[in-house]
């Protein structure tokens, strides 16, 4: 039985599960996402992932500011949809669309609840240096990411993940998951299982704060915090009045006062250990690797960062 189906998201992660949906012998109503925005240095005004995927495949969608709106939900009342998928679409659906009895709302989240519920799940995980994460499956109810869970599988954090590198393993397991979803939805067999609430933690959203470095941290905390922060915001430092955004570096064993510039390679002790740059971004230039970057500038060995 072919399920009628609305689909709800917005960047990358979303679109490789909307992409085995549109395969899939559901049928896609119509796909919600995030209104055209400003983005990159130029400001230009660009679609959301998704956006683009659907238009590609000639599927209908719609961009609403607000989901709560009265049109908004005789709209979705008129297509009659069985399910609303959800995966990282960046708007909380409100009481009086959840209240619709007779659709299933299901909501991909990228963690293992109840752990990271909230905004920035893959982030936290990558910064906390966690050993393993996941894909959930669960029912939406009105508070955030705290519905029964259904399905989750788990994938592996190396050490070194980046938040662009495990995001698409997520979204590649999101995807083979929402379709056994489906399945037991088609054969009545779908079950879920209330989170345990002793077990919660939060993801909250990335604040522009947390990205400047703190070189009193240890270099592994540092370098996971870099690694889940790439692209955006990044994470940055100030040098001879310069913000230095790093893009990628890696742990160097070193005892210095934090801060300190230990050699020409460009190396920052920090609490323990030190982080050696590799790849960075000067503001308002291109990502250069150190080596670049060293060309036309020189760096003090003994030089303190604040």
């Known amino acids: ?58 599927i209908k969608v719609r961009l609403p500011n607000l989901l709560d709106k009265q049109d908004e939900i005789d709209h979705i009342r008129i297509l009659n949809p069985d399910i609303i998928i959800v995966a990282a679409y960046g708007k909380i659906l409100p009481t009086n669309l959840l209240d619709m009895n007779s659709i299933l709302f299901l909501n991909v989240h990228a963690s293992l609840l109840p752990r990271w519920r909230g905004a920035a799940p893959i982030q936290r995980a990558i910064m906390n240096m966690d050993n393993e994460t996941g894909i959930s499956i669960m029912k939406i109810v009105s508070k955030l990411d705290a519905g029964p869970v259904s399905l989750q ?65 240890s270099a592994s905390k540092i370098i996971a915090k870099i690694n889940a922060l790439y692209p955006s915001p990044g994470c940055w430092f100030s040098f001879l009045g310069n913000r230095i955004k790093i893009v990628k570096a890696k742990e160097i064993n070193y005892k210095a006062n934090p801060g300190k510039i230990v050699d020409k390679n460009f190396t920052i002790a920090c609490l323990k250990n030190a982080v050696q740059i590799l790849e960075l971004q000067k503001e308002g230039k291109k990502e250069m690797t150190t080596e670049e970057f060293l060309r036309g500038n020189e760096i003090e060995v003994g030089y303190q960062l604040t």
């Open 1 to 58: 039985m072919a399920l009628k189906i609305i689909f709800m998201g917005t960047p990358n992660f979303a679109v490789p599960i909307l992409k085995a949906i549109h395969k899939s012998d559901h049928k896609i109503l119509e796909v919600y996402t995030q209104p055209p925005k400003k983005k990159d240095r130029g400001q230009k005004i660009q679609n959301s992932p998704v956006h683009n995927f659907a238009k590609k495949k000639n």
């Open 153 to 217: 599988s788990k994938i592996k954090i190396d050490k070194d993940s980046t938040f662009i590198e495990l995001s698409e393993k997520m979204s590649k397991l999101g995807s083979e998951l929402i379709l056994k979803a489906l399945k037991l939805i088609e054969n009545n067999k779908i079950e879920f299982t209330n989170q345990k609430e002793s077990d919660v933690t939060y993801a909250n959203k990335i604040q522009k704060i947390e990205s400047k470095i703190n070189w009193n941290e």
